[in-house]
Each structure stands twice: as structure tokens, then as C-alpha cells.
């Protein structure tokens, strides 16, 4: 057998035992004009930055938060949301990550819904399952409209002035992607 066909084989095998990444991007957090917010929601991040030009700094007071809709409508085949977020401080907060679907007329806003305490310092994958998530009346996740950060729900959001995380790279992963992370490929 030459080299060459060796290494062929070689590479052939690698490429069918490794998991296909097949995560798709929610968003990279370059440009911030597609999150709305009347309370300040992200500022433009351009030093602290995980990937890519830019991400998007959420400052933890009472009442901020961020969303945006365009995201990706159906998240059924999807296991995980993963989230990049880079903390100054261990301890700065609590704030909450919420995936909603339409509005029903009768019943207002069904929406799947995170706490995430600030307890890291650095940069951290934040990794959610769908699992990890609490439902509010009659969300679906194939029926999804937009993602939100806050820090606006009464008990159990934390203010903390002056302290902020900053948010980069947002994607929803598949068992594969999560295999993938797990095995370090």
C-alpha cells in the first residue's frame, strides 16, 4: 500500500468518526442593529470580544433587556442553546435568557425561559439544554419567534450597579455538535 493511500484511508476514517458540527448561528454579535430594547439593551463590545469583530456588552440593572426576533423559527432538532459570555467579576448577578413563541391573542406570551447566575470569571460556553429550561403557558420549541436577555423578572433577577457580562456567539447545537464538545473535537 503506498503513502499516499494510507493517508487517504487515514483521513477517511477521522472524517467518519468524528461528529458532523451542524450547529447553526444565531447570531455572531458583530453588528447589535438587529436586537431592539427601550432600556439600554446591549452596548457595542470591541475589546473584549470571544470571535469575530465585535460582541454585545448587557449591563445588569433592573429593567434592561435585549431581543431579537429574526432568530431561527424552529429549534425542535436542536438540543442546546450555547451562549459565549465573558464575566469580569465571579458574583455580578443573576439574569435570565428567554426563548418565546407567538403571541397567543387570549393568552399573552408562551415563552421557555434560563436563569444564569454570574458565578465565573472570564469567558465561559454557556451551554443550555432543553431541558434546563422552565415553560410559561404553551411555548413550542418549532414555533419560535425570538430570544431575550433580561434583567427585569420579579424573585429572582439580580441588579447589580455598574456590572455588566459581555455576550458573544450565540448557536444552537445538535446531539452531534454536543457529542463533539464532549469529546473535544
Not at 455572531?28 to 430594547?37: H, N, Q
Not at 455538535?177 to 473535544?184: C, H, P, Q, T, V
Amino acid at each position: 500500500m503506498t503513502i499516499s493511500r494510507s493517508l487517504t484511508l487515514l483521513i477517511l476514517c477521522l472524517t467518519t468518526i468524528r461528529p458532523v458540527h451542524s450547529a447553526e448561528k444565531v447570531d455572531d454579535m458583530d453588528f447589535l442593529s438587529e436586537w431592539k430594547s427601550q432600556s439600554g439593551g446591549f452596548v457595542e463590545e470591541t475589546e473584549i470580544v470571544k470571535q469575530g469583530d465585535g460582541a454585545a456588552r448587557f449591563l445588569l440593572f433592573n429593567g434592561n433587556y435585549a431581543v431579537r426576533e429574526g432568530v431561527p423559527g424552529d429549534w425542535s432538532e436542536f438540543d442546546a442553546l450555547s451562549v459565549w459570555v465573558y464575566a469580569e467579576e465571579a458574583g455580578e448577578g443573576v439574569f435570565g435568557i428567554s426563548v418565546t413563541t407567538p403571541k397567543s391573542p387570549d393568552e399573552g406570551w408562551s415563552y421557555f425561559y434560563v436563569k444564569v447566575p454570574v458565578d465565573w470569571e472570564g469567558w465561559r460556553q454557556l451551554i443550555f439544554h432543553k431541558e434546563d429550561f422552565k415553560g410559561s403557558r404553551d411555548p413550542d420549541w418549532s414555533n419560535i419567534s425570538n430570544l431575550q436577555f433580561a434583567l427585569m423578572w420579579n424573585g429572582w433577577t439580580v441588579e447589580v450597579p455598574d456590572a455588566s457580562v459581555v455576550i458573544d456567539d450565540i448557536e444552537l447545537l445538535t446531539p452531534s455538535d454536543l457529542e463533539s464538545l464532549e469529546f473535544g473535537n
